[in-house]
């Protein structure tokens, strides 16, 4: 898919020295600063709404309600209700009168992938516009009917009043019930002064939440349809090396000849099975006997994987600003570390399920996604299909946190059901979800940071190691025989100034993306909620925190003397508080005790938020369990548009960011992936969990940003950093397992 | 030959093979939305149903095994709630069902079939249980958008609730 990016460009785009940052494309950023450019990105294809037209917007109809027509998709985040409690601002309806409809292609907006924190931030400023400007077209609409001039009327709940004059009102439903606007989308009505904001910042309940409840809400692991056949794939039990794929060597049909109607479907190298019931599909997918090449291609285990990862790269100066190498030369001090970070794995709670129903000049396909759009485009060209006869609806799964596999159940659908000529229902089984993912590659970084003798950030220097994004889904792979392909350009995966050191105030800066061919021998790669972030601040909020510990000054007011943007000031400022944080130097308590305590405060951010956190952890040191106990986030995303979901999103991602840092590996051998399950991909558990304080600090006079992953680096950052303060150790690579951490108390 | 389960209270006569797990019977053949397929391997209990009102996993329990049970889903729990508590009429949600709605304790909600039956079953047995307890009863259930700490409000919630002598 070929998006047309419109972004807003994070916070100030050369705010980082406007010097050098080779390799962005700053093109599509310069854009939005054009005024006649509508906010937000609108992606490119046929079959989809005028985006320029206020209808394809918004509906008012005839019972004075609203319809807003969403292009974002809810993943379970609660973007709907936020989107909805924009919209209801600006054209003065309650949110009882707010609704919205199933995405679906053709009908909603094509606003592109719901992704990197984009629902509130990119498609909140375009709905807000649109309902401003119906608003406006409403109003004098109503100064006609009414007979009275625009400035002498008042709309509360969608009822248009004439100051003064209690019997002279119409409702918007009078007005145009269920007629179309008919007219252009400028975008040039006035918004809402943020001041008289009345639903906009406050902690409206989720729409969703009630149905969700008690049992009532349709998720796509729910939807039948008539005559459908329930589907499974069949493959290796997890991936191998991305570029080889998988190889069917044999099929043995009549290792599922007992299971009555169970069919093998097959198409180059792939292996499925339908059934008319679930049961019979799940058995005869475990029951088929399929001989598989699948060469050991993988280093065989995680140090190989990292000396693999430096080997042989692309090596690009993201950013070189001051004199680097003077600088460290005259420091005071300089902190030095390497840090390995894992694969990790989208693991959704619900594998990936889809129904796809292809006839032989049109498909229908349900699927949960991050934009029915993106969906569309390698759907069809996997069942060599113009786009604009395949339909692609959107059902909400379980949080995916991105790129996970739910087009490769949707193009396994689509496949089965071409191959059947019925309706196909596909559901990945839990092994397949776990070991077919596109996971958050691995990342290894050599993190340098000096400071002057005052303590003052002198310079920074940050090289690090991974893998972009896979683009080529499996079943596309398998059974269209498209080559495995990864993303390149502004889209890709990379170290920005903004990932790496954002926060902090540095006079000589250099970062180098080391590129890795992510084809051969590595597994596939994808966007995994704040992408790298984790990965980035593990290692350089350590080094961070090693240099306020040769320093002699408290980590807390270390960070606080080096950061020069009021923004990130008082996001550390609110989670240091919350945390009734007392200065003294880390690791100043050491224990001999077998249960030692610590505390670690880190910042974090993805593309556009900021985020810290404080961490208290405790440490056995017997067993090399480390258990947080409780968690402080603070996030700033700009206008707070429901303070209430932020504050549910800080939670989770504390608990994630525990997860993240203390458990979760993608293991394999050199052939396949071998972590495929709960057991053997460990998540955080109940009596694990961290007790959180979540902050919003908001800033209602600026642009809403992504609140939905942004805190989850800063959490992960504080527990390593408590784990110092603990026991005066550091960790270098994570997950923080018991091995490594008895292992790093050996050696200490 | 036709499996007899009573499910919400109804008598269902289910014909298929005794070895179909129940999950696959809920969903299919009594299209009900509470139980749902997370694992298939009794891992991660977004399956979870109550039978006889103990807490159990649907992918892994076959069909035969609970002939002549009584099953209790999501769905049902307002009125198994009633039934417990002499209540001469079901309410419209189970006290921890409101709970989770009042906590606003979810996001995708995918896993929350499991812990609000499984939460049930606890305050069943247990009306005042503890963080420790809650902790513990809960601890085979997993959530991956990491709502544990609302989920566990929204337990002590209920508990409040059912000790205020409400639903």
């Known amino acids: ?748 | 030959m036709a499996t007899r389960i009573t499910v919400n209270q109804r008598v269902q006569d289910i014909d298929a093979p005794a070895d179909t797990p129940l999950l696959y019977i809920l969903s299919n053949e009594l299209a009900l939305q509470g139980p749902r397929f997370g694992c298939g391997l009794a891992q991660c209990g977004s399956c979870s149903v109550l039978v006889d009102g103990v807490e159990t996993r649907s992918c892994v329990t076959p069909l035969g095994k609970v002939s002549g049970r009584s099953i209790t889903t999501l769905e049902g729990l307002p009125t198994w709630y009633a039934e417990q508590h002499k209540l001469p009429n079901a309410p419209a949600l189970h006290p921890l069902q409101q709970a989770v709605i009042d906590e606003q304790a979810m996001h995708c909600g995918y896993c929350y079939n499991g812990l609000i039956v499984k939460g049930a079953e606890l305050l069943s047995r247990n009306p005042q249980p503890t963080d420790n307890q809650i902790r513990t009863a809960m601890n085979g259930h997993l959530c991956r958008c990491g709502t544990y700490p609302r989920i566990i409000k929204a337990i002590q919630r209920a508990s409040r609730m059912m000790a205020g002598g409400g639903q």
């Not at chain 1, 292609?105 to 606003?111: D, F, I, L, S, V």
């Not at chain 1, 269920?178 to 006035?190: H, I, L, M, Q, S």
């Not at chain 1, 402080?632 to 549910?648: D, M, R, T, V």
């Open chain 1, 1 to 748: 898919m070929i998006t047309t990016a419109t972004a807003f460009p994070r916070r100030d785009f050369l705010k980082a020295g406007g010097a050098l940052l080779i390799g962005f494309t700053a093109a599509p950023q310069a854009r939005a600063q054009q005024a006649d450019v509508l906010p937000g990105d609108i992606g490119q294809g046929p079959g989809q709404p005028d985006p320029d037209r206020l209808d394809t917007w918004i509906a008012i109809h005839a019972d004075n309600t609203a319809t807003i027509f969403i292009g974002h998709v809810d993943l379970g985040q609660g973007i709907a209700t936020s989107l909805l409690q924009i919209a209801a601002e600006e054209l003065d309806l309650d949110m009882s009168q707010m609704k919205t409809v199933r995405l679906e292609t053709g009908k909603g907006p094509n606003t592109g992938n719901t992704g990197a924190s984009s629902g509130v931030n990119r498609g909140g400023p375009r709905i807000r516009l649109a309902a401003a400007e119906a608003r406006q077209a409403l109003v004098t609409m109503a100064s006609a009917r009414l007979e009275a001039p625009v400035e002498k009327l008042t709309v509360a709940h969608g009822m248009v009043s004439v100051a003064g004059n209690s019997v002279q009102q119409v409702t918007y439903g009078q007005l145009i019930g269920d007629r179309r606007f008919e007219v252009p989308y400028t975008g040039k009505a006035p918004i809402k002064d943020y001041r008289t904001h009345k639903i906009v910042g406050t902690s409206v309940p989720r729409i969703d939440i009630p149905d969700k409840a008690h049992g009532a809400f349709l998720y796509m692991q729910h939807v039948r349809v008539p005559g459908m056949l329930h589907g499974r794939i069949v493959r290796p039990r997890g991936q191998g090396s991305y570029a080889d794929g998988a190889r069917v060597m044999n099929v043995d049909t009549d290792s599922i000849r007992d299971v009555p109607g169970a069919r093998v479907i097959r198409r180059g190298d792939f292996v499925g099975v339908v059934a008319a019931k679930e049961w019979d599909a799940v058995r005869s997918a475990q029951q088929l006997r399929v001989t598989w090449d699948l060469p050991a291609a993988l280093p065989a285990t995680p140090a190989e994987l990292f000396e693999k990862m430096r080997s042989r790269t692309i090596d690009r100066l993201v950013l070189d600003r001051g004199d680097v190498s003077a600088a460290f030369a005259r420091a005071a001090h300089v902190a030095s570390g390497r840090f390995d970070s894992p694969y990790q794995a989208h693991a959704p709670f619900a594998p990936s399920c889809a129904i796809a129903d292809v006839k032989a000049d049109s498909a229908l396909v349900m699927c949960s996604s991050q934009g029915v759009y993106g969906a569309r485009a390698p759907i069809a060209a996997v069942l060599k299909m113009p786009q604009e006869k395949v339909t692609v609806q959107y059902f909400q799964g379980a949080g995916s946190f991105g790129h996970a596999c739910f087009n490769d159940a949707a193009q396994a659908a689509a496949v089965m059901s071409q191959e059947t000529g019925a309706p196909v229902r596909v559901q990945f089984m839990r092994w397949d979800e776990h070991g077919w993912d596109f996971y958050q590659p691995a990342h290894s970084a050599d993190v340098k940071i000096a400071i002057d003798a005052n303590g003052k950030l002198l310079a920074y220097e940050y090289h690090g190691w991974h893998h972009t994004w896979s683009q080529t889904e499996t079943t596309a792979q398998l059974a269209a025989g498209q080559a495995a392909a990864e993303g390149d350009g502004p889209r890709a995966q990379a170290l920005t100034p903004f990932n790496t050191g954002d926060m902090y105030a540095i006079p000589n800066w250099r970062i180098v993306n080391h590129r890795v061919p992510g084809l051969k021998g590595y597994l596939k790669g994808g966007n995994l909620r704040s992408p790298l972030d984790v990965a980035i601040s593990f290692g350089a909020e350590q080094v961070m925190d090693d240099l306020a510990h040769v320093a002699g000054v408290d980590p807390y007011l270390f960070r606080r003397q080096n950061i020069g943007d009021d923004r990130w000031l008082a996001v550390l400022d609110a989670v240091a508080k919350a945390a009734n944080w007392t200065p003294r130097k880390a690791a100043a308590n050491l224990s001999s005790a077998r249960v030692v305590t610590g505390r670690g405060i880190g910042l974090g951010t993805h593309l556009s938020s900021y985020g810290a956190a404080v961490a208290e952890i405790e440490v056995d040191k017997q067993t090399g369990v480390i258990v947080a106990k409780r968690m402080y986030g603070a996030l700033e995303a700009g206008q707070a548009i429901n303070p209430g979901i932020i504050e549910s999103q800080i939670t989770g991602m504390m608990v994630q960011a525990a997860s993240r840092v203390l458990k979760e590996e993608v293991k394999f051998s050199a052939t396949n992936v071998t972590s495929v399950d709960w057991v053997s991909y460990p998540i955080l558990r109940f009596a694990e969990s961290p007790e959180v304080t979540a902050i919003v600090v908001k800033r209602q006079d600026q642009r809403s940003t992504g609140a939905g992953e942004e805190a989850l680096a800063s959490g992960a950052a504080a527990i390593a950093n408590a784990f110092f303060d603990a026991t005066g150790v550091r960790l270098r690579e994570h997950p923080m397992t018991p091995a490594r951490v008895l292992a790093a108390l050996k050696n200490a």
